[in-house]
């Protein structure tokens, strides 16, 4: 694991001086597997006595008593054994207003660009995937599409706060068209999403709406409503028993849910192709609210309740 936090001179090694730049080759020698980078979303900052990421998603034990925490890497399959490769926690300022943060996301965008940049330049042959909660969708999307064509392989989105026409944009781009993206989205996230496009404006003029719900129609992009019965039968018969939500409201369904994780290790090693994912789910996600509120006659994604 390297514990990465973003500075106004891009990603650096978290409290140390040290240069990044030979303990990431080292680290890239020590072990041909795969890198994986791990980034948070809205109201965490790297060294807060409280919510610093190193020290609670992104930490292999983190400590007890923390609401909505569980440990990425180990989940993840990072352990620090033989072949499971390298993994990369991936801070940045997300704390202060969602604006402020819904800025810093776009500029941390740019050091993750650098820091792959990087790591195409020091080991082209390890495959290099992200996986990224709430705002942090936003600097997966704006290093994917800053980065060379096939750098990143494969990216997991969780409950993203992002426009997709901004991702649309994003993912066609040269870049990203060989990366493979699963959108992993949920009514239970409504009202976040609601906010969220009230709060904060599109980068493009228009109407526009988050990730969750309705993302773009593209080749290498599926989306999966983890909330929704008929996905998860389809995924138990897959081999991926994920437990149903409990709640009507959550924002972080996306990693707390048990069963979710060996799916993505699943996806991230290839053994579960995003192609297989798009045959056996659904074309189309329900519409918003339609977990807080009974679904009307005439009522569709498009109507009121859609809002």
Do not use: K
């Amino acid at each position: 694991m390297l514990r990465l936090t973003v500075t106004e001179q891009g990603a650096a090694l978290h409290e140390t001086r040290a240069p990044l730049l030979p303990v990431l080759r080292h680290a890239l020698l020590r072990d041909p597997g795969p890198v994986t980078v791990m980034i948070h979303g809205y109201r965490y900052q790297p060294g807060h006595a409280l919510h610093c990421p190193h020290g609670s998603i992104f930490a292999p034990r983190p400590a007890p008593g923390q609401p909505r925490v569980v440990s990425w890497p180990r989940h993840l399959g990072l352990r620090g054994q033989p072949g499971e490769g390298l993994g990369i926690s991936f801070g940045w300022q997300a704390r202060g207003s969602i604006w402020q943060a819904h800025q810093n996301a776009a500029a941390a965008g740019e050091a993750l660009a650098e820091l792959l940049a990087d790591l195409r330049r020091l080991a082209p042959a390890h495959p290099v995937n992200l996986i990224a909660h709430s705002l942090g969708a936003r600097v997966a999307l704006r290093a994917i599409a800053g980065a060379a064509p096939g750098t990143v392989n494969r990216a997991i989105l969780l409950a993203a706060a992002e426009y997709a026409g901004t991702a649309r944009r994003a993912l066609e781009t040269p870049a990203a068209r060989q990366t493979q993206v699963l959108n992993v989205t949920s009514r239970e996230n409504d009202l976040f999403d609601f906010l969220s496009e009230r709060l904060i404006a599109p980068d493009s003029p228009g109407p526009d709406h988050m990730l969750g719900q309705g993302a773009p129609d593209l080749p290498n992009l599926v989306t999966l409503q983890l909330d929704d019965p008929a996905s998860l039968r389809t995924l138990r018969r897959a081999g991926f028993p994920v437990r149903p939500p409990e709640r009507l409201v959550c924002h972080w369904s996306p990693y707390l849910r048990p069963g979710v994780f060996p799916l993505y290790r699943a996806v991230f090693a290839g053994d579960m192709a995003l192609s297989r994912l798009r045959a056996l789910l659904p074309a189309e996600t329900a519409p918003r609210w339609s977990r807080l509120m009974p679904r009307l006659p005439g009522r569709t994604a498009s109507g009121p309740l859609s809002a």
